[in-house]
């Protein structure tokens, strides 16, 4: 972002990578993924690089508003200076805090889902979305709690998906009723509390009832979660998890 | 001597309507303990949300057969209701039926009560049964022991009989049966009592009538001591919950202050509070006075139907965690302190609170804010904000986080990520391929 305030340009777009985009393997994927769509369909972008941090969505999800806080002025702050108006993330966290708990604190932006830019560029003729290596696949796609019911959003990552002309099977639990993955609320950084099973292994059981060859997510720490059920039934030869977004780049050979 | 009856009628009618009325001004008593709130913002989705959500039942039928025979119910409480007043009038002036001169019309309406009564008590039976002969699961939740499920069938019972004594009333009312209009159901039910002498049938009528009066008096102060009040407080509660996005959780305004004096550069850090300053407020809540006045009302509304639990991510999976529970607890603590109010004039610290006492830990902390149980509540009440306050009062007040989550927020201070990495390290995905 400093280069392009340098040249004095301003980017179409922000992309908020997010922590788990920029530190996690896994998740560095998607972030990859995402970003040679954006540079397929011509979008001008930028990063913020290491000026961005933390949106605070764990600290203020596990009741420490001061942190949260702490953070979000600092991120605002180098927003704000920048001239930020729009921002797109993969993240559905980071994705909900600064669409909607940022503008009180001074942060008002336009944000977006990376599933709902993807969909705009797709909208505007910017970029194909073609079925490929995906035609006809079984696959069923997890909703993340902070895309969903947090924000309503519910149509945009199915969309794209029946582009890719997969066969979509929904679980029972979908959309308003979707299951959480067991990561939201700050779990995703300390072991759950004693219960009968862990609520990815629960929510990975009846992904797997729908038979797919590919779960699909739409948040970095769904994947995560899914990727670990999964394993623990032991079926990753045969089911990947997968970001919406990987998988056009993928059937778009990026 | 002839005005005993009305007399009579006029004192229960006094005596029933006035404690009800005294005990509906403790709970408003009560809901002003908590913190105020606002909301006289978005007015019109606000009464769109009463219209579709709590007149129209929306999110009731989500649930087909709960969500249909809830239907058959409430359209009964509320249309038997112009009945009542039938009652009402007939009881104070001695009258007799005396809708009964509309005619046609009259008929019609008793019939479609009579009908609907058939109906309700059908449904009723069924819910019975789905408590305690299929016994669902989210019924037999641990948080459901004893009162609240005694409580669950008295109402169900309550009901049962004030539709049997419609029905009885109107089968024994002689000069009704005669007039033969609208007695559709009633009709069937006096041949059960052919060869009943008319002063037998009078005597029958007159203590159906009376029972029916003070089955209705009596079911409506027993509202207070019940989870039954959402007949009443579901239409407040629908109109003061949230019109905001669900991710978005409230930014804590005192908070706010305390960050923008810190990142200030020309804040004087030595500075004296300013002459008269409030005191800092308690971040976060331990008890029901730190709740807001709508969470107060959630959970006076909250009938404990266990929709919010059946959903709950971490209920499902065997955790302690009940958004349910979390709704009984605060009703049963804020009622605590009521009587402690009503013992003492004012609250008496009684060496309890919330947290702990009611509200462990354990299920606190096994919150995955996934928004399910708002979202399955069909009157808008929100359990997660009151996890989410009891949270920043363990982190803020107490620094009672567990400890992963510790080291994950010193990660994010120290290197503004939840992980150990370095912040210089955050761009390098650019460069790998």
Same mark, same amino acid.
């Given at each position: 972002?400093?280069? &392009? ?9 922000? &992309?908020?990578?997010? %922590?788990?985009?920029?530190?996690? !393997? ?27 941090? %933390?949106?605070? !969505? ?86 993340? %709690? ?49 219960? !009968? ?24 720490? %769904? ?32 | ?90 009881? $104070? ?26 109906? @309700? ?13 299929? *016994? ?13 499920? #005694? ?15 419609? $029905? ?37 009528? *007159? ?35 949230? @019109? ?12 706010? #202050? ?38 107060? $009302? ?112 010193? #990660? ?22």
């Amino acid at each position: 972002m400093a280069e &392009f305030m340098a040249q004095g340009k301003n980017p179409e777009v922000l &992309f908020w990578v997010g %922590c788990a985009g920029s530190f996690d !393997d896994r998740a560095k994927k998607i972030t990859k993924a995402f970003a040679r769509l954006l540079n397929n369909a011509g979008v001008e972008f930028a990063v913020l690089g290491t000026e961005e941090g %933390c949106t605070g !969505d764990p600290a203020k999800r596990a009741g420490n508003e001061f942190l949260f806080q702490m953070q979000a002025m600092m991120n605002i702050q180098v927003l704000n200076g920048y001239e930020i108006k729009k921002i797109v993330t993969t993240c559905p966290h980071c994705f909900n805090t600064i669409k909607n708990e940022y503008p009180e604190l001074g942060g008002t932006y336009e944000v977006m889902h990376h599933t709902q830019f993807l969909k705009s560029l797709l909208k505007e003729g910017r970029l194909t979305v073609e079925g490929g290596k995906f035609k006809g696949k079984r696959i069923t796609f997890h909703d993340p %709690c902070y895309l969903g019911r947090a924000n309503n959003e519910y149509e945009a990552p199915r969309e794209l998906l029946q582009k890719l002309e997969v066969e979509l099977i929904e679980m029972k639990r979908c959309k308003t009723r979707g299951l959480c993955c067991g990561a939201g609320g700050a779990q995703m950084f300390k072991e759950p509390e004693k219960g !009968d099973k862990d609520i990815n292994v629960e929510r990975t059981e009846e992904a797997l009832e729908t038979k797919p060859e590919i779960i699909a997510a739409g948040c970095p720490f %769904c994947n995560t979660m899914m990727t670990d059920g999964v394993k623990s039934k032991e079926k990753e030869d045969s089911i990947e998890v997968m970001d919406v977004a990987e998988m056009i780049a993928n059937a778009k050979d990026l | 001597m002839q005005y005993i009856p009305n007399i009579l009628f006029l004192v229960a009618l006094i005596l029933g309507v006035g404690y009800f009325t005294r005990n509906i001004r403790k709970v408003i008593r009560n809901i002003k303990l908590g913190q105020e709130v606002d909301s006289s913002d978005h007015k019109g989705q606000r009464w769109n949300n009463v219209v579709r959500i709590a007149l129209g039942q929306s999110k009731m039928v989500v649930r087909p057969i709960a969500g249909f025979l809830h239907f058959i119910v409430y359209v009964g409480f509320i249309i038997i209701n112009i009945e009542v007043l039938e009652i009402i009038i007939d009881g $104070l002036f001695g009258t007799h039926r005396i809708f009964s001169s509309m005619g046609s019309l009259y008929g019609f309406l008793i019939g479609s009560f009579e009908i609907l009564a058939v109906l @309700v008590f059908v449904s009723v039976i069924v819910f019975w049964i789905r408590r305690n002969v299929q *016994r669902l699961k989210r019924f037999m939740s641990p948080e459901m022991k004893g009162w609240p499920k #005694n409580d669950g069938n008295f109402i169900l019972y309550f009901e049962m009989v004030l539709m049997t004594l419609f $029905l009885v009333m109107n089968a024994t009312d002689v000069p009704f049966q005669d007039m033969n209009s609208g007695n559709v159901v009633s009709k069937h039910i006096a041949g059960w009592f052919n060869g009943t002498s008319e002063g037998t049938l009078h005597m029958i009528e *007159r203590i159906a009538w009376w029972l029916h009066f003070l089955g209705i008096l009596i079911f409506l102060n027993y509202l207070y001591f019940s989870k039954h009040l959402h007949i009443i407080l579901a239409f407040p509660n629908v109109y003061h919950g949230s @019109v905001k996005p669900k991710g978005q959780f409230k930014n804590l305004e005192s908070v706010t #202050n305390e960050v923008k004096l810190m990142m200030d550069p020309n804040a004087d850090p030595f500075a004296a509070p300013p002459e008269g300053a409030e005191t800092p407020a308690k971040f976060g809540a331990s008890d029901v006075m730190d709740l807001s006045r709508v969470q107060l $009302l959630n959970a006076y509304t909250c009938t404990e139907c266990g929709r919010c639990t059946s959903e709950c991510p971490a209920n499902q999976t065997g955790k302690k965690l009940s958004p349910r529970k979390i709704m009984m607890d605060t009703r049963d603590r804020l009622q605590e302190v009521s009587a402690n109010i009503d013992k003492n004039g004012s609250f008496e610290p009684d060496g309890k609170q919330l947290l702990d006492d009611y509200i462990t830990r354990e299920e606190l902390w096994a919150c995955t804010t996934c928004n399910a149980c708002v979202q399955a509540c069909p009157v808008s009440i929100d359990p997660l904000s009151i996890i989410m306050d009891m949270r920043q009062y363990l982190v803020m007040e107490q620094s009672a986080a567990p400890s992963e989550l510790n080291v994950t927020m010193t #990660n994010i201070e120290n290197n503004a990520a939840p992980w150990p990495f370095n912040q210089m390290d955050r761009a390098n995905w650019i460069n790998e391929s």
